[in-house]
T-cell receptor
Framework: AQSVTQLGSHVSVSEGALVLLRCNYSSSVPPYLFWYVQYPNQGLQLLLKYTTGATLVKGINGFEAEFKKSETSFHLTKPSAHMSDAAEYFCAVSGYTGNQFYFGTGTSLTVIP | GAGVSQSPSNKVTEKGKDVELRCDPISGHTALYWYRQRLGQGLEFLIYFQGNSAPDKSGLPSDRFSAERTGESVSTLTIQRTQQEDSAVYLC??????????????FGQGTRLTVV
């Protein structure tokens, strides 16, 4: 069984501040982990993914995430928030068994000018 | 095509009517997924198609919901006798291989269904 928990349904940061969005997963098999971003009235766009190999993964728009097996976490970070980062962010997990991607409930990021 | 295409983008229907939602996946993608996203909530898995295998229908909420896929191309999601609780955004996604093969899903823009 697999699941994802995103702590904080709403996060606000000032423009230029660090962005930290939290994701913890549960998986009975080695996980594949993803972060997606959703802008208003749009579908989901992949930010980055972890499958195997390097545990620190870099994605688009300056985002990165680190897979920490001991903490079952895959937190998303960006050193300096930009106004255009305001959106809904979803963490997802899949694995080498199963037929679906399991999504968290999402975190809405607000960037304050 | 360049991406996953869904139609219509918006659909308003009367309670009790049937609706059909369409999804055109990325060419060559063997896996196709339907998810439902209610206002302010996460993604709820509905159904999964992988090649010619039997679909995984474990997420369909009731027998009013059904979906078909022709080979590795177009899929239609049908909701019969729509209810107000069916109002949501229906998202389609495709991936090169199945979710167990560490490929990411590519999403369409969604169909916003409103049942009045």
């Amino acid at each position: 069984a697999q699941s994802v928990t995103q702590l904080g349904s709403h996060v606000s940061v000032s423009e230029g501040a660090l962005v930290l969005l939290r994701c913890n997963y549960s998986s009975s098999v080695p996980p594949y982990l993803f972060w997606y971003v959703q802008y208003p009235n749009q579908g989901l766009q992949l930010l980055l993914k972890y499958t195997t190999g390097a545990t620190l993964v870099k994605g688009i728009n300056g985002f990165e995430a680190e897979f920490k097996k001991s903490e079952t976490s895959f937190h998303l970070t960006k050193p300096s928030a930009h106004m255009s980062d305001a959106a809904e962010y979803f963490c997802a997990v899949s694995g080498y068994t199963g037929n679906q991607f399991y999504f968290g409930t999402g975190t809405s990021l607000t960037v304050i000018p | 095509g360049a991406g996953v295409s869904q139609s219509p983008s918006n659909k308003v229907t009367e309670k009790g009517k049937d609706v059909e939602l369409r999804c055109d996946p990325i060419s060559g993608h063997t896996a196709l997924y339907w998810y439902r996203q209610r206002l302010g909530q996460g993604l709820e898995f509905l159904i999964y198609f992988q090649g010619n295998s039997a679909p995984d229908k474990s997420g369909l909420p009731s027998d009013r919901f059904s979906a078909e896929r022709t080979g590795e191309s177009v899929s239609t999601l049908t909701i019969q006798r729509t209810q107000q609780e069916d109002s949501a955004v229906y998202l389609c996604a495709s991936s090169l291989q199945g979710a167990s093969r560490y490929t990411e899903a590519f999403f369409g823009q969604g169909t916003r269904l409103t049942v009045v």
